[in-house]
T-cell receptor, first 119, second 115 residues
Framework: AQKVTQAQTEISVVEKEDVTLDCVYE???????LFWYKQPPSGELVFLIR??????QNEISGRYSWNFQKSTSSFNFTITASQVVDSAVYFC????????????????FGKGTKLSVIP | EAQVTQNPRYLITVTGKKLTVTCSQN?????MSWYRQDPGLGLRQIYY???????DKGDVPEGYKVSRKEKRNFPLILESPSPNQTSLYFC??????????????FGQGTRLTVV
């Protein structure tokens, strides 16, 4: 079975600080996708990034960056110069084959990390 | 506008009274799924569907049913709701690419309370 662990339940930072959200995953498969989603206080789920298991290149998008390391099964997310608008719950997710049936795929989420950015 | 639409957004019901939460997507996505979100537990997948007439259990399927008669619709059915099914429910859809599901587009959520 696949599993996603976000060990940090809640993090508080002061505005303009950098913050890293950790994500560790477990899967038996060599082919899978990793995702990050943001859930602001309004409740909707916003897609941030998808990473294929074959692509270990790190990615930067503005103040956001992602560090994918297959060797440690981690897909960490860093926000540089945090802003109050970054306050949200962030979910890491793993998409991959389900073992309940051939050709089936599941999407497994971590429990989320609540980030509070204090002005 | 590409979107996933869930209805209703809020629902209060009594134990044992059958209910259906509808979900519809207009992006021609093959993959659709339902999740429930509970404090401290994150999002847990209830059921998912790879395509029409193909459904499979997620991590917490007990007490729920789904059907996928058309590609765009994926209703969630609670035949006999119980208080432990009080939760925030999300429907999602995604394209299949390279044999894998890609990023999921989520509905706005349905806040269900069972009393």
């Amino acid at each position: 079975a696949q599993k996603v662990t976000q060990a940090q339940t809640e993090i508080s930072v002061v505005e303009k600080e950098d913050v890293t959200l950790d994500c560790v995953y477990e899967t038996r498969d060599t082919t899978y996708y990793l995702f990050w989603y943001k859930q602001p206080p309004s409740g909707e789920l916003v897609f941030l990034i998808r990473r294929n298991s074959f692509d270990e290149q790190n990615e930067i998008s503005g103040r956001y960056s992602w560090n994918f390391q297959k060797s440690t099964s981690s897909f960490n997310f860093t926000i540089t110069a945090s802003q109050v608008v970054d306050s949200a719950v962030y979910f890491c997710a793993l998409g991959g084959p389900s073992y309940s049936g051939a050709g089936s795929y599941q999407l497994t989420f971590g429990k989320g990390t609540k980030l509070s950015v204090i002005p | 506008e590409a979107q996933v639409t869930q209805n209703p957004r809020y629902l209060i019901t009594v134990t044992g009274k059958k209910l259906t939460v509808t979900c519809s997507q207009n992006m021609n996505h093959e993959y659709m799924s339902w999740y429930r979100q509970d404090p401290g537990l994150g999002l847990r997948q209830i059921y998912y569907s790879m395509n029409v007439e193909v459904t499979d259990k997620g991590d917490v399927p007990e007490g729920y049913k789904v059907s996928r008669k058309e590609k765009r619709n994926f209703p969630l059915i609670l035949e006999s709701p119980s208080p432990n099914q009080t939760s925030l429910y999300f429907c999602a859809s995604s394209l299949m690419a390279d044999g894998m599901n890609t990023e999921a587009f989520f509905g706005q959520g349905t806040r269900l309370t069972v009393v």
